[in-house]
């Protein structure tokens, strides 16, 4: 709490309990400023947030207000230091690790955190964590209206670092303008969110925006195999150490080796052999884990005191994680929704394999079509059975997503169940000894996007009625 006369040079000794920009959100003692949206102008909304207890407008042009208002030149251009003075600016007193790139965010920000250990917070796609509390949150990558107050309470918490999502959108929207960090990282970057971008170039561009906000002593760490490698690396400020398979990469991957329930893992880094057993499975998180090892070294351990901290890795939620039941067959449950994901995802099931993959997979509504023809014919190809439902429709009908997944592909080894509640209990009832059922798309969303409406729903939750109502 403060008053309105420390975050203003004004005469009003107003309690501000907190500060908000929209109006349905406002609750008795809030500071409402009007910022301009895509779509809406928040000067709009000022009798709204009144009803709703503001006791404080800032606003950028002339408004009738039965509340004192604070007029700036630029509502936007203010929220961000307004939210700083009125949350004593926290991300001075914090180390901030941002995490872009098409897939594997969630993982190696997560990763990173446990292998901190509890000076370390988390925020992304799973919510906001730290060893005091965990919540989720609407956005990936939250505005500096939650950002701010968020990075308070890990502050507060004693949290030293923060390992964070930063999302292509976020940079779009100048979510993150007010930040900078201390590492910066890259997984990778495949075609996604062309519905937002419009061109692969304009992504890669605001990928490439998290590496400029290196700070000075920071460093970038980078996936050495990636296409975009070079575009990116042109835009590393700092010190760069890269990870990948190719010669020339830092941290050199030599060797790997799957199995149904860990991975073991050689690689070479600063002339140095090492041979690590992970508990995560697949190829994809054999990256994964290394740029997360490399980001630990970079707060002074050693790799091998980095290697030791394994120990501490936890499953992250939604991303390959494997459900237990007592039933004689796997259920996979992860976040796959772009063509590259189910690729790698389905590469790994078919190594391990014992008997049938059944995957219960969609499209998202009001996202890049064009991507659905490939993500069809991929899990068409690479599962034995597949059964086509919603994944966050939208606005679009469930079987025109479904027709543009199935495509031209000539492979019939599908059916179409539009709700996604029937076509995981189809599945389970279907599945025999050693199938793999993959519940692909929606990981630990806590929500179904249908119409304008986030209604709520999780894949893991129905799952769990389906085991209690069959014992």
Known sequence: MKYLNELYDCDYTIEIHGIKINSKEVEPGDLFVCVMGIKCDRHDFIEDAIKNGAVAIVASRKVNSSVPVIYVKDTNAELPLLMARFCDYPEKELSLIGVTGTNGKTTVAELIQDLMGEDCAYIGTNGISCKEFNEPIRNTTPDVDRMYPYLKRFKDAGCKYVSMETSSEAFLRHRLDPFTFKVTILTNITEDHLNVHKTIKNYVKCKCELFKKTIKGGTSILNYDDKHYKEVRACCPEKVITYGRKRGADLRIKKVELAPNNTNIWFTYNKKDYHILSPLLGTFNVDNLMASLLAVTTFGYSMEEAIGRIQNIKPVLGRMESL?????????????????????????????????????????????????????????????????????????????????????????????????????????????????????????????????????YSDYDEVVKYFKKKK
């Not at 439902?389 to 606005?395: G, L, S, W």
């Not at 000894?433 to 993959?438: A, P, T, Y």
């Open 324 to 456: 237990s039941f007592g039933e004689p067959y796997q259920i996979i449950l992860d976040y796959a929704h772009t063509p590259d994901a189910l690729d790698n995802i389905l590469n790994f099931l078919n190594q391990i394999k014992k008997n049938r993959i059944i995957t219960i997979t969609g499209s998202a509504g009001g996202r890049e079509k064009e991507k659905r023809k490939d993500m069809g014919r991929i899990v068409l190809e690479k599962s034995d059975h597949v059964i086509f439902t919603m994944d966050d429709p939208r606005e679009e009908d469930v079987n025109d997503i479904i027709d543009d997944l199935i495509g031209s592909c000539p492979l019939t080894n599908y059916e179409r169940i539009e709700d996604r509640v029937k076509a995981i209990h189809k599945a389970l009832d279907m599945a025999r000894k050693d199938d793999i059922i993959l519940l692909a798309g929606k990981g630990r969303d806590n929500y179904m996007a249908i119409g304008k409406e986030y209604l709520p």
